[in-house]
């Protein structure tokens, strides 16, 4: 949009600009938005009086100023980019932008850019337009605004009209980045009877529950409105892909139905309350706005014809795909109090020995229907859900029994290595849970090996050092794995008290004919190796990449070309009977 180098001879640019200006003079005065003209560097030359009264600015007091100093806001100056790339491959861009108010506070505009374009089809001119869509307090309730009609009295939510055209405007952008918008109708079940049995004075109450409630499961960017006496409608943008739209938009309607189920309490009465939803995506259930409200009717007609707490996607095929879902989740709850949870263990071999001197503890989920459930399909659910912390908890606590287990059958003690979470650093007390397990079990630490990804860590280093500083005190080896996959750098590692390195499977692929590759793992064993880190690569499945791995110098390994991960009893005779690979040739 703004490019501060201008080769431009200012002289022309002002006087082409003052010929704008009175092409535009019946546009200024005669709209009741508020209007802006800038040259091609982004210098205000001229605004209406809808502008004045919208921001409190008097046109002096702007007028040869950038725009750019009316952006206080970086989350709007982090627009810029985006504006000046639709500005570049269209000539026009709309959306929405948080500017500061002289008398106080901040407004949410609707914003129009448009470029002027002279015969050479250089920028001449810009002229955008500006509606106000929401006040910031402590402005809102202080100002009473022509458009008021476009906000609920009894919550405090936009209305129908002013919904619809933030959902026009979530499409427009979300075309341009190649995003989703979901958007969900929602009616309340039976809502009538909280009326005729505690009257319209406490239904009113109810519902100003629900739309706080409904408020705060949104993030800042997304909108809630009610569109009807108990309906409300929400737009989720920005939303990945439409595959991984159907699951977002699913999770958030979990979590609707878990908000609204906590009771609310009425003048002395308690009630729950649940909904029928239809949800619809765009854009593959279409890009016009009118079109999408349509669309959620239908599928919420739907869900009310399914029976109370309901909801379905206006395709069928997604309503199928979010159902297998949260039946997987809704079973995947009980089965660590139904004993379905079982863990398997894939041995780490020494490659110089050959001996087994390792494992990693890897959960499986055995259905009762299904049998045994890939983890990678209940994994991600249990991630989304918060399910992997009594999960991971179970996987921690089974692991250092099965440890205690084999010391009192005599067999030879190894490490087992342990998964954790993101998630269990963000929610639970991983210092005060190990302890625990040590304590219960009475294993030597040593023989605990907590395996964290790259992500993990890098969530927040600080608290993540803390943690790993305190659990490392207590002797517990640590690991990080699947290296080589994340954001972080071997010069990075020597802020955490990692023993070992797990380079990603990804990188032994292909190892074989791949110099690149080679190159990469060399250099990640030498320094880890500067480090005293022991190195494991995983995923070996053939002679060929154990003789590079042993040629590279690392240390174990991991993988089929040894042992797929097994059951527990099946480890124990392995380990029973000294199953190995044959060791390491001298040279």
Known sequence: MINPSDTKNPKKVNKDLRQDAKLLKILLENTDDAVLLLDRRGIISRVNDAFSLLTGYASREVKGRHVRRFWSDISAREQLPLINEALWDCGYWMGQIDLPLKRGGHGVFAVKVLAVLPDQGRVRLLVVQMARTELIAPLREAMVEADDSAWDHLTGLPTRALFQDRLRQAISQATRRHYAVG???????????????????RGDEALRVVAQRLAKCLRTSDSVA?????????????????????????????????????????????????????????????????QLMKNSATALSHAKRKGRNNYQFFSQEMTETARRRFAMENSLRYAVERDQLVLFYQPQVDLTSGQVVGAEALVRWNHPERGLVSPLEFIPVAEE?????????????????????????????????????ALQFQRQDLVKIVESCLEETGIDPQYLDLEITESAIM??????????????????????????TGYSSLSQLRHFP????????????????????AAIV???????????????????????????????????MQGYLFSAPTPADVFTEMLRLGTSLPAKEKA
């Open 498 to 517: 990692f023993k070992t390195l797990k380079i990603d499977r990804s990188f032994v692929r292909s190892i074989e004919d791949n110099a690149g590759d």
């Open 226 to 290: 009610r569109i009807g006496a108990d309906e409300f409608a929400l737009l989720l943008v920005d939303i990945d892909d439409v595959s991984a739209a159907v699951r977002n938009v699913g999770v958030v309607a979990r979590k609707l139905y878990e908000l609204l189920d906590e009771p609310i309490t009425l003048g002395g009465t308690e009630i729950r309350l649940s909904a029928a939803m239809g949800i619809t995506i765009s854009p593959q259930d279409g890009q016009d706005p009118q």
């Open 522 to 556: 060399s250099a990640i064993i030498a320094m880890a190796h500067s480090l005293d880190q022991t190195v494991i690569v995983e995923g070996l499945e053939t002679d060929a990449q154990l003789s590079i791995m042993r040629r590279l110098q690392c240390n174990e």
């Open 385 to 421: 859900t918060g399910l992997i912390l009594p999960i991971g908890e179970w996987v921690l606590r089974t692991a250092c029994r099965q440890l205690a287990a084999w010391k009192a059958m005599g067999l030879p003690m190894i490490r087992v290595g342990v998964n954790l979470s």
């Open 459 to 484: 969530e927040d280093v600080q608290k993540t050092v803390a943690v790993l500083n305190r659990i490392s005190a207590m002797g517990v080896k640590l690991s990080i794995d699947d290296f080589g």
């Open 183 to 201: 958007l969900i109708s929602m009616d309340l079940d039976n809502f009538t009877l909280v009326n005729d049995s505690l009257g319209r004075e």
